[in-house]
């Protein structure tokens, strides 16, 4: 009896096969699934095949699809928005599979206000800027991260350092500003990008850098003028002015006083220091 119905067993199993219910073919793949790139998943040994989505509705071809030979489903280019899961469905048979996209590593590049990075003086400011450009083959929500390392390692909003972010639709920029600037900010800064995804069938690009070198340089000698105007005689208003002439882009004002016989003057009864600010001189 036990010998009959193994026999059955193995008849069953036999029919089975042959006419299509149960297979043991798979789905095989072709390429990298990298946002951007040919991606090809092909419908075991079928030969006539329907791809499904996860909801059941039929995969039809329709200009970055393909579907081919009845059996292969083409992504050309893969995008963010194809993942997902695939069912490849022949007969009474269906495959399963995953398409994780990941996202293509980004371009970063470095860019800052200063109109000659070689000639950067202490006391200024400036402000560099990180674009993130986000590829055109990602067309789903995405998060981008940046962080800013310096000299003496990441870089966070502190009493002279400011970072500010503005995202668009395919550009992120992350500014650093250092204000004002010392001459132990020289060095190497460096911006690192990523972009991510809550979707679990999206996975995040590998990190990208872009590399900004500054050379913060000590502050030229002052030049300082003096000049005079009014009528000397005595009773009349007569005024001495002290012009200090200071380089472009200064934030720190420099300390300007004026003295008699070696003594600090200071305003009396008849006498009045005022400072001005004019252009890139200071005036007392």
Known sequence: MDFQFRLFHIFLLTFLLCHGVISSSNITVIGNPVAGQVYTLLCGNA???????????????????????????????????HGGNYTCMSGNTSNNIAVIVEIPQPKTTISSNAINTSMVYSGTSIQIVCTVHIPSVVDTPVVVKTFWIGT????????????????????????????PLNISDSGMYQCVANISSNNVYIKASRNSSANF???????????VTTSSYGSSIAGSVYSLVCTVKVVDGLVVAPDVGWMKDSRPLVNGSNITTRRTVSGGNSTL
């Not at 006539?48 to 909801?55: E, L």
């Not at 509705?57 to 489903?73: C, D, E, F």
């Open 47 to 81: 030969t006539n095949a329907t791809w499904k989505y996860s909801n059941g509705t039929t995969v039809m071809s329709n200009g970055k699809i393909i579907v081919s030979n009845n059996r292969n489903l083409t992504f050309n280019p893969l995008l963010t928005s």
């Open 152 to 179: 003496q390692g990441p870089i966070t909003n502190g009493n002279r350092t400011n970072v500010t972010t503005v995202q668009a639709i395919l550009v992120h920029n992350t500014t650093l500003q250092i204000s």
């Open 213 to 223: 070198p500054l050379f913060v340089q000590a502050l030229p000698p002052l030049v």
